[in-house]
C-alpha cells in the first residue's frame, strides 16, 4: 500500500467505541438528565453527526465491517458467535485484509484494548494489534490481566447483589438486567480498560511514529452492574419513559412479540423500567468519564493537535422502547441508529452533520488520514469531506442495513431516507413508516394505499442497491415485490448471462 498522491501528512487516530449505546443518552444529542460532559467537549470541538448508522445491529458482523470495510453479506460473518446459527465464526484471512495490516505497512503503530468479539478465536494480535483479546460479548472480568490489575492495586473482586430480572412466559427468572457491584470505580473494567488505553498512548507518545488505538468498552450493554454511586446516580422519577413503550405489535412481525416475551417485558413494571434506564445513563455517565481521563492524557501528551479522535458504537439498544429490550430482527432508529463524533485537527468545530454515515465509511476515513489509498472493494466513503463541511454532491440520501439474525436465521433488509423507512421480512409482513407524521415508528403503513408510490420508489431502490451491491437478498425482491418491470427485466439479463441455456 502506497501512500496518495496527495500531501496528507499521516495522522494518529484514536477511537473511542462503546456498545449496545443509545444515541440519546448523550446531552450532545439533547439528552437533558444523562451527564455527559467529555462527549459533549467532543462534539463541541468537532462534527456531531445527527444520521450515523450501523449497518447491522449485532456486534460480531458491525465489528467485522469496522475492520474490513465490506458489509457483512460480503465479509460473511453474520451473527455472534455466543449465539451462532450456523454462520461462519472467524474472518477469512485471504479474503478482504483488514485495515490494520494496511496501516501496519505504512508505519503505525497498531493498538486495540478492550473488547473484540470479530471472531471466536483469533483475537486483536492476529489483526496486527498490540492488546489482549478479552473474548465474548461482555465484560471479561476473569481474564488475567484484569485479574492481575486487581491484586496489583489491591481492588476487591468481581461480585454483585441486588440483582433484577423478569420472568419469563414459563415461570422461569429471566435474564439478569441489571445490579449493583461491589467494587470502586477504579475496580471496574470500564475504568481498567481506560489505564489499558492511556498507558499504550504513553507507549506510542514516547516511540514518536504515527498510531492507530482502539478503545472498545463492553458497556453499556446490558446486564447493567455498576457501583451503587452510578446505579442511583440519576432518579428515576426524572426518567421519561419512552413514547414507543405504548407499542401495541399490531400489524408488526410476530417475532417483535416473541423478543418482547423473551426480555420479560410485562413482567416489568413501569416503575422498574424507570430503575432499569435510570441505570443505563449512570453507566453511560460512568464511561464518559474514562473518555475524559483519556482525553486528558491526549491533552498531556501534546498529542491533540496530531490525532484525529473518534467515538461511535457498533449498535444502539432498546431499553423499553417498542416494548423491547436488548437488540433483535426489529430494525428501529432505537438500535441502528448510533452516536458518531468526531473531531479532527484543522477542521471545524461544533458543527452538527445530517449527511447519512455509517460505521463502513469510517474504515476508509482511517487510510485517508493515513494517507493512503483507499481499496477498491471497499463499500464505504470517506467522511473527511463531510467533517470539512463541504458534502460532495452525490453523497447517498439514505442509508441501507441488513440483518441475518441471532437467536435464529432472520434475514431483513432496511432502506431509510430522511422521511421515510422500508424494511423487508421473508419470514413476515414488511414495513414502511413516514418518520415525519410517525417519528417513534409506531404505524406500519406498507399496506396504506397512499403510501403506495413511496413504497414502490423505496422498494426499487433498495432492490437497485442490493442488486448492484451482489447482496443476493435482491433476488427474493424479484419475484415478490414491485421493482418495476425495467429493473425485472435487468435481473432477467443478468441471470440469463450467469446461466446460458444450452
Not at 423478543?259 to 413501569?270: E, I, K, N, R
Request: proline residues 8%.
Amino acid at each position: 500500500m502506497t501512500p496518495s498522491s496527495g500531501d496528507r501528512v499521516p495522522s494518529n487516530i484514536l477511537l473511542l467505541m462503546t456498545d449496545q449505546h443509545r444515541l440519546d443518552t448523550l446531552g450532545c444529542y439533547g439528552n437533558r438528565v444523562c451527564e455527559t460532559p467529555a462527549l459533549d467537549g467532543l462534539a463541541a470541538a468537532g462534527t456531531l453527526f445527527t444520521n450515523g448508522f450501523t449497518p447491522t445491529a449485532i456486534c460480531t458482523p458491525a465489528r467485522a465491517t469496522l475492520q474490513t470495510g465490506v458489509l457483512p453479506y460480503k465479509h460473511t460473518l453474520l451473527a455472534n458467535y455466543e449465539r451462532n446459527v450456523g454462520y461462519r465464526e472467524e474472518l477469512d484471512d485471504d479474503m478482504f485484509p483488514p485495515f490494520s495490516s494496511l496501516l501496519g505497512e505504512s508505519g503505525y503503530q497498531l493498538g486495540h484494548v478492550g473488547k473484540w468479539h470479530v471472531g471466536k478465536v483469533k483475537g486483536p494480535k492476529d489483526f496486527g494489534y498490540d492488546g489482549e483479546h478479552y473474548a465474548g460479548w461482555g465484560n471479561a472480568v476473569q481474564h488475567p490481566d484484569y485479574l492481575q490489575y486487581l491484586a496489583d492495586n489491591g481492588y476487591p473482586q468481581f461480585a454483585v447483589h441486588s440483582p433484577v430480572r423478569g420472568t419469563f412466559a414459563n415461570g422461569e427468572p429471566g435474564n439478569l438486567l441489571a445490579g449493583i457491584l461491589d467494587q470502586p470505580v477504579e475496580a471496574t473494567f470500564e475504568y481498567f480498560l481506560a489505564e489499558r488505553t492511556i498507558q499504550q498512548l504513553r507507549r506510542y507518545a514516547e516511540d514518536g511514529r504515527p498510531f492507530y488505538l482502539g478503545c472498545n468498552w463492553f458497556g453499556p450493554h446490558l446486564p447493567y452492574l455498576l457501583p451503587e454511586a452510578y446505579y442511583h446516580r440519576y432518579d428515576p422519577a426524572d426518567v421519561e419513559l419512552p413514547v414507543s413503550i405504548a407499542e401495541t405489535f399490531a400489524n408488526k412481525p410476530r417475532v417483535q412479540q416473541h423478543y418482547s416475551s423473551h426480555w420479560t417485558f410485562d413482567s416489568l413494571s413501569p416503575d422498574t423500567w424507570r430503575k432499569l434506564i435510570a441505570a443505563y445513563w449512570g453507566y453511560v455517565t460512568l464511561i464518559d468519564e474514562q473518555v475524559g481521563r483519556i482525553l486528558a492524557v491526549l491533552d498531556e501528551l501534546g498529542l491533540t493537535d496530531d490525532t484525529a479522535v473518534f467515538f461511535t458504537a457498533d449498535h444502539g439498544e432498546f431499553t423499553g422502547s417498542h416494548r423491547l429490550h436488548d437488540k433483535g430482527p426489529a430494525m428501529y432508529d432505537d438500535i441502528y441508529r448510533i452516536p458518531l463524533l468526531a473531531r479532527i485537527p484543522g477542521n471545524p468545530s461544533g458543527r452538527s452533520e445530517d449527511g447519512f454515515a455509517t460505521l463502513t465509511d469510517l474504515t476508509p476515513t482511517f487510510l485517508e488520514l493515513a494517507g493512503l489509498t483507499v481499496p477498491q472493494y471497499y463499500q464505504g466513503r470517506s467522511l473527511l469531506p463531510l467533517i470539512a463541511g463541504d458534502r460532495p454532491a452525490d453523497w447517498p440520501d439514505a442509508v441501507v442495513a441488513e440483518f441475518h439474525g441471532h437467536h435464529f436465521p432472520y434475514p431483513q433488509r432496511m432502506i431509510r431516507t430522511d422521511r421515510y423507512k422500508l424494511i423487508v421480512n421473508p419470514a413476515d409482513g414488511n414495513e414502511l413508516y413516514d418518520l415525519a407524521t410517525d417519528p417513534h415508528e409506531l404505524q406500519n403503513r406498507y399496506e396504506h394505499p397512499e403510501l403506495a408510490g413511496v413504497r414502490r420508489e423505496l422498494m426499487g431502490r433498495l432492490y437497485a442497491t442490493l442488486r448492484d451491491r451482489g447482496d443476493n437478498f435482491y433476488h427474493w425482491m424479484t419475484s415478490m415485490f414491485e421493482v418495476g418491470a425495467k429493473t425485472y427485466d435487468t435481473a432477467l439479463s443478468s441471470l440469463d448471462e450467469e446461466n446460458p441455456h444450452p
